[in-house]
């Protein structure tokens, strides 16, 4: 007779634990946590240095491709940064799935959000394969639209040499013309990846920034910290190869630069601005920063796959050289490792 008495007493005692932890969880929704870690005074401080460590961090990363352009082995015809960029491109791709989107399906399913529709349906998902295939769709209509203007550049400027170059053969001059075109489509690749890939970099920086400057427990702070300052080294690389690719002039590479590396402080800025009023868990912060990490994911997984990924390792180069493959591979899983070893700590 006894055991049912524990076991029922037990049960008991389990479904007042349970109803005291979710009421405990609805209470935290909207007011700050009574936790040892928080420290509004202490967190305010080490924001502000973060701001500018992570600045220094990013800077450092984006221009490192742009500023090692001078060093013969690191050149971007050379074997070394094509094995750079996949290492880069492993960083980007393990941030989408280790980072970004396991962050938006544990804040759309927080406790502080309705059981209906939230916990029913998978929104981050959802968010991140629209928001992959919107990417695809920006990528090709802006592809198009640069390879059609910039046929027509061609011509005109092949019209040019015609009157400038009367005398110069004409099948010579047909070939020159094709030389360029193929250069020129390449060069649009490139370009079109670059802007597509700095959009995507810049939300996921602004919401990485927002969170970190809206909360107060210097716990989680100091790991977030620098675990955000590698992460915008190794990101910042993997652009920096990509501005470097599509050759912009000096105006657009700063720009570009000055984007990437002010993002991620602006957007701590804005959360050290905001954290009166912010709270974490309220269910409107919960659902607009979860969607647009779900969104972030998924713009970020198609770039690293299919535009600095595949593209590298379709290349002709990497296509003709079995070695240069595996050592392409092994810097994908070195990336896509690092990452994983930092979700664990952020």
Same mark, same amino acid.
């Given at each position: 007779m006894a055991k049912?008495?524990?076991i029922?007493?037990? *049960?008991s005692?389990l479904?007042?634990?349970?109803?005291?932890?979710?009421?405990h969880?609805?209470?935290d929704c909207?007011s700050?946590?009574t936790?040892?870690?928080?420290?509004?005074?202490k967190?305010?401080?080490?924001k502000?240095?973060a701001?500018?460590?992570i600045?220094?961090?990013?800077?450092?990363?984006?221009c490192? =491709?742009l500023?090692t352009?001078?060093?013969?082995s690191l050149s971007?015809?050379?074997?070394?940064f094509l094995?750079?960029k996949?290492?880069?491109?492993?960083i980007i791709?393990?941030t989408?799935?280790? !980072?970004?989107?396991p962050?938006s399906?544990?804040?759309?399913?927080?406790d502080?959000?309705?059981?209906? =529709?939230?916990?029913?349906?998978p929104?981050?998902?959802?968010a991140?394969?629209?928001?992959a295939?919107i $990417?695809?769709?920006?990528d $090709?209509?802006? *592809?198009?639209y640069?390879s059609q203007?910039g046929?027509k @550049?061609? *011509?005109v400027?092949?019209? @040019?040499l015609?009157?400038e170059m009367a @005398?110069? !053969?004409?099948? !010579?001059?047909h070939?020159?013309?094709?030389?360029?075109e193929g250069?020129? *489509?390449?060069? +649009?690749?490139?370009?079109?990846?670059?802007m597509?890939?700095?959009?995507?970099?810049?939300v996921h920086?602004?919401? /990485?920034g927002?969170? +970190?400057g809206?909360?107060?427990n210097t716990?989680?702070?100091?790991?977030l910290?620098?675990?955000?300052c590698a !992460?915008q080294?190794?990101e910042?690389m993997?652009l920096g190869?990509?501005?470097?690719q599509?050759?912009?002039?000096f105006?657009k590479?700063?720009?570009?630069v000055?984007?990437?590396?002010? $993002?991620?402080?602006?957007?701590?800025? /804005?959360?050290?601005?905001?954290?009166?009023?912010?709270?974490?868990?309220?269910?409107?912060a919960?659902i607009t920063?979860?969607?647009?990490?779900?969104?972030?994911?998924g +713009?970020l997984?198609?770039m690293?796959?299919?535009?600095?990924?595949a593209? @590298?390792?379709?290349s002709k180069?990497m296509q003709?050289?079995i070695k240069?493959q +595996?050592?392409?591979?092994?810097?994908?899983f070195?990336g896509v490792?690092g990452m994983?070893?930092?979700a664990k700590?952020?």
């Open positions: 049912p008495v524990t029922h007493r037990l *049960t005692i479904f007042i634990l349970i109803i005291l932890f979710t009421s969880a609805q209470a909207e700050e946590s936790n040892s870690c928080n420290n509004k005074q967190a305010q401080t080490i502000i240095i701001i500018f460590v600045l220094v961090a990013s800077m450092i990363g984006v490192l =491709p500023v352009r001078s060093v013969p971007p015809d050379g074997n070394l094995i750079v996949c290492f880069a491109g492993g791709l393990g989408g799935f280790m !980072h970004v989107l962050d399906f544990a804040m759309l399913r927080s502080c959000l309705a059981e209906k =529709p939230w916990h029913k349906f929104f981050s998902g959802l991140a394969v629209f928001s295939v $990417t695809m769709m920006v $090709t209509v802006a *592809t198009s640069y203007k046929k @550049d061609a *011509t400027s092949a019209e @040019d015609d009157h @005398d110069v !053969h004409a099948g !010579h001059h070939h020159f013309e094709m030389k360029t250069g020129e *489509t390449q060069l +649009l690749r490139y370009r079109v990846v670059a597509v890939l700095e959009l995507g970099i810049v920086s602004v919401v /990485i927002l969170s +970190l809206a909360s107060s716990c989680s702070i100091k790991g910290v620098a675990a955000l !992460h080294l190794f910042g993997g190869g990509s501005i470097l599509a050759e912009y002039k105006l590479k700063a720009v570009m000055f984007f990437f590396s002010f $993002t991620t402080p602006f957007g701590i800025a /804005i959360g050290i601005a905001m954290s009166s009023s912010y709270k974490e868990n309220s269910p409107k919960l920063v979860g969607l647009l990490n779900g969104a972030s994911a +713009l997984i198609y690293a796959l299919v535009d600095l990924l593209a @590298d390792f379709m180069r003709s050289s240069l +595996l050592k392409s591979y092994m810097a994908v070195l490792g994983s070893l930092m700590w952020a």
